[in-house]
């Protein structure tokens, strides 16, 4: 009777190893088939959220953050010059969507361009269309063409869903490591403190190996798309080089291997590349 029993907990024991794994491999299949389609690149990309879930939440913060910061008045001509940018760049990104017929892909943006009172060199986009521009980065763009260049850069990252890219792969990245670290429980034995250093293991690992690669293949994917909405505006590409030349200067370089951006040399080398190509894309799209 003694044996009955062991051997129907070991069973038991066995079955809920196995339905957990069964669990784990459809949790993957599901994850693996939420994708979406990007109307411009025509890449096929991961995604676990909705436009309406990040950008619900893109706009509440947006609005927070300005609320605790400096917000140069619009009256300003630093900030009329970030918004008249921003209105030709908006302009040239709903003229590409029509003439792929995706303009239906911006109904749920809402476009807003506020200059922010800062030293900081930077601009930054939320999902949805919320970008800001600190005036600490108008000292380095000094005209209107490399400006463009810098928020053309930042709405290409809102228009490819960069925002939702890297929430949906930071997940993933999450839940590879806890999957990772039960499996060896689970399967193996492994104790608690084994477990702990494989998940250590492997955030060093895929932050070095997958994620970093993934946020400067982002950039400079920003970088080209970006490139092609300030020529469509009307903005020329070229002084986008000069603009990085004179980032390069200031930033002294950085170790790209290392970095979430790519290095001020890769970028300069990329953009001198699409150059011509953007000015193209400018032709075929203002002339439809």
């Not at 690149?41 to 995604?47: I, L």
Request: proline share 2%; with cysteine.
């Amino acid at each position: 009777m003694l044996k009955v029993a062991f051997f129907a907990l070991y069973c038991y024991n066995i079955c809920m190893k196995t339905i957990r794994k069964l669990l784990v491999v459809l949790i993957c299949m599901a994850t693996l088939l939420t994708c979406e389609t990007d109307p411009l690149t025509g890449e096929t990309y991961f995604s676990l959220f909705s436009d309406k879930e990040l950008f619900d939440m893109s706009f509440q913060e947006y609005g927070q953050f300005l609320k605790d910061n400096k917000v140069v008045p619009v009256t300003d001509d630093r900030t009329i010059m970030v918004k008249d940018i921003g209105g030709k760049i908006k302009t040239a990104a709903e003229d590409w969507y029509k003439s792929i017929n995706q303009s239906s892909h911006l109904k749920n943006y809402k476009w807003e361009y506020n200059l922010v009172d800062s030293k900081e060199v930077n601009a930054w986009c939320m999902p949805g269309g919320k970008i800001v521009v600190y005036t600490g980065i108008l000292p380095v763009t000094q005209n209107k063409d490399a400006l463009a260049t810098v928020m053309g850069h930042e709405v290409a990252h809102a228009l490819l869903n960069h925002g939702k890219k890297k929430l949906s792969m930071s997940y993933l990245q999450q839940f590879g490591g806890t999957l990772g670290a039960t499996l060896l429980g689970l399967a193996f034995g492994a104790s608690e403190q084994t477990q702990q250093l494989f998940l250590l293991a492997y955030g060093v690992g895929t932050n070095v190996g997958l994620m970093l690669p993934y946020s400067r293949d982002l950039e400079s994917e920003a970088d080209k798309y970006g490139l092609y909405l300030m020529a469509i505006a009307g903005y020329d590409p070229g002084e986008s080089v000069k603009f990085w030349d004179r980032m390069n200067k200031l930033s002294g370089g950085s170790i790209e291997f290392l970095s979430t951006h790519p290095s001020s040399e890769t970028r300069i080398n990329n953009l001198n590349g699409w150059i011509q190509e953007a000015k193209d894309k400018a032709i075929e799209i203002n002339k439809k």
